[in-house]
């Protein structure tokens, strides 16, 4: 069975400082790898994907994560926060077999940047 | 370009009532799934469907949960004689096709279901 956890519901940075957002899964089988942003009352957008290939993934507004699959993370980071950067980050798992379309979620870290 | 549309974005019901959720995907997508978020915890997969079919209903509860996606119109959500632990907020993501690499999903805003 799949899971997924994000270490920190809550993560503060100060606006120009680093984002590091912690994402850890488990899977029995190759991993397929997203992350989401959710703006209030948005819907989730995708920010970045792994399936296969190239192990560090750039997203959109200056998102990576790196696949390390020796520590089984997918973390999130993003050089400079900026404060639109403000909102909620889910990491999301499915696998490369017939059911790869089941996304497993996990609970979700909520970002702010602070002046 | 429209997103996905859910609505309403917001409903209560009362014990026992029915609440249908309605999601419309986006322009040219054929491939409607459903997540359910509870409180303090990550969406969840509750069923994924193409025009007329189910394709995978895995995630639903047993009873009182039912969903189509008919030729013609939004997919709908249909919640029968809700309980407290129903209040949620409900998801519905669409895709333009499943391959053997995943597609990628596009969510709506979501229906928050509080039932009193």
């Known amino acids: 069975a799949q899971s997924v956890t994000q270490l920190g519901s809550h993560v503060s940075v100060s606006e120009g400082a680093l984002v590091l957002l912690r994402c850890n899964y488990s899977?029995?089988?190759?991993?397929?790898l997203f992350w989401y942003v959710q703006y209030p009352n948005q819907g989730l957008q995708l920010l970045l994907k792994?399936?296969?290939?190239?192990?560090l993934v750039k997203g959109i507004n200056g998102f990576e994560a790196e696949f390390k699959k020796s520590e089984t993370s997918f973390h999130l980071t993003k050089p400079s926060a900026h404060m639109s950067d403000a909102a909620e980050y889910f990491c999301?798992?499915?696998?490369?077999?017939?059911?790869?379309?089941?996304?497993?979620f996990g609970k979700g870290t909520l970002l702010t940047v602070n002046p | 370009n429209a997103g996905v549309m859910q609505n309403p974005r917001h409903l209560v019901r009362r014990r026992g009532q029915e609440a249908r959720l309605r999601c419309s995907p986006m322009?040219?997508?054929?491939?409607v799934y459903w997540y359910r978020q509870l409180p303090e915890e990550g969406l969840k997969f509750m069923v994924y469907?193409?025009?007329?079919?189910?394709?995978?209903e895995s995630g639903m509860p047993k009873e009182r949960f039912s969903a189509e996606f008919p030729k013609e119109g939004p997919s709908i959500l249909r919640i029968q004689q809700v309980v407290r632990g129903d209040s949620a907020a409900y998801f519905c993501?669409?895709?333009?096709?499943?391959?053997?690499?995943?597609?990628?999903?596009?969510f709506g805003p979501g229906t928050r279901l509080t039932v009193l």
């Open positions: 993501a669409s895709s333009l096709q499943t391959s053997g690499r995943t597609d990628t999903q596009y």
């Open positions: 899977s029995s089988v190759p991993p397929y």
């Open positions: 792994y399936t296969t290939g190239a192990t």
């Open positions: 999301a798992v499915s696998y490369s077999g017939g059911s790869n379309y089941k996304l497993t």
């Open positions: 322009k040219g997508h054929s491939h």
């Open positions: 469907l193409q025009k007329e079919n189910i394709i995978d």
